[in-house]
């Protein structure tokens, strides 16, 4: 058996369970790794140095397959719906052993890292892949123990990987042939049957959004971050396609992370150690850091090439629209090392609103705020999926349902409480539609929105009068610089008023439809932020 690499000499394969692998690489180089990987046919370089892959039949996370191991810490602890589903330990332990099984024989490469930027809340992983390009994403997306750290560094949580490793579904009890189960008692998370290396990171962001507001009194978000001269923090909320991750990459502001943070009694801090950015028609001209960064060391996932060159086309959407791009956040200029800051001044709430019925931005008490962060709302155009002919209202609760293991009024109870001992500024920014919805209307421009979250961020739109929104009663601006004021208020935007007025009735019920399933949970200061709706309209 050959074993290679830096790492704990205290540590040994059989404490991992790893019986007679034909080799172990520990903490290998982005270099080897991207040798070992285009060795293996499994990736080429890009005309800028970066990897590219394919991460085979999953370009995305599989949500339905992604389990909890329901055991006496999780039973009463975990929300069980159908985005956390029960696991049998039973059925984790036997499944554990057929992992182990696989890798017999097998190279394997093993990555120490960890998560959580702020030393007080640090979480020590260890990562054991059967892919060189899934240690690499390992590498780039968690913070990295130097040599001195890794000769001593010792796991709290562990990562199994095996994408060439099915389940039996009538045997191991999953739904299907892959897998991502977390098991909160044994610190250890198993993904199989997948090379979807976003399973690896959102597993982590799972168990933190476990261990830290339910252990540790620490908020847990799904969001980007940055920070101005003045070190006033700024947070961003916001599904796919909201605009996170561009307008959090300012620039003129260091960028805290571009994903997941965590709000302690210190400040913010970055979960992670570097970006997985979407990649679909990015240009330098519109997402200049983001582009920057796709060089050596990057792992860019699905994309095609031109034909005959190694230029990536970012417009190409035949093996996914979910083309991604993984580097470490040094990758970015203006990134912020160590990823950590003080406490939120302004908070953002983004949402592409393709009915083009809320207002470019607005400004909302914490009622509202608690109410907007469970609803987590969004609108899929049309053309973004299969059998979408117009725009869709949708909602994820807290910005990220799919990795909230707590019920979501957990999570809005303890952002509730922070901004208001804390006097945050929360804002509510629409970057879709205006003077009508998708297919009539135009989507707001960038620069606009870029200027309404700069007039905030300076504190200008405190300094001008707000005028009420009728039906959610959100406070609009009446003034921005560099925004036309008529733009501020979607209504007058649109030349048939009445149907705004019938198209905002029709979202407000689809935002209290979609509350309703928090209602029984939720507190009176959350319900009465409510949409009003009327019934003459």
Known sequence: MKETGLKNPQVTLLDLGLEDVRAAYWNQSPEMLMEQTICRNMGVLSDTGALVVETGKFTGRSPKDRFIVKDAKTANAVDWNAINISFEPENYASLRTKILDYFKEKEVFIRDAYACADPEYRMNLRLVSEYPWSNLFAYNMFLRPGPAEIASFEAEWSILCAPGFEADPAIDGTRAANFAIINFSAKEILIGGTGYTGEIKKGIFSVLNFVLPHEKNVLSMHCSANVGAADDVAVFFGLSGTGKTTLSADPSRALIGDDEHGWSENGIFNFEGGCYAKTINLSAETEPEIYGAIRHGAILENIRFFKDTRVPDYENDELTENTRV?????????????????????IFFLTCDAFGVLPPISKLNPSQAMYHFISGYTAKVAGTEEGITEPEATFSA??????????????????????????VNIWLVNTGWTGGGYGEGTRMKLRYTRAMIHAALDGQLMKVPFENMDIFGLKIPTACPGVPDELLNPRNTWANKDAYDAKTKSLAIAFEKNFSKFADQATPEMLKAAPVIPQNI
């Open 326 to 346: 993984s580097y470490p956040i040094h990758f970015i200029p203006n990134a912020l090392v160590p990823s950590y800051a003080g406490l939120p001044k302004n």
């Open 398 to 423: 807290c910005f990220g349902a799919p990795f909230m293991p707590l019920h979501p009024t957990a999570y809005a109870d303890m952002l509730g409480k922070k901004i208001q001992e804390h006097q």
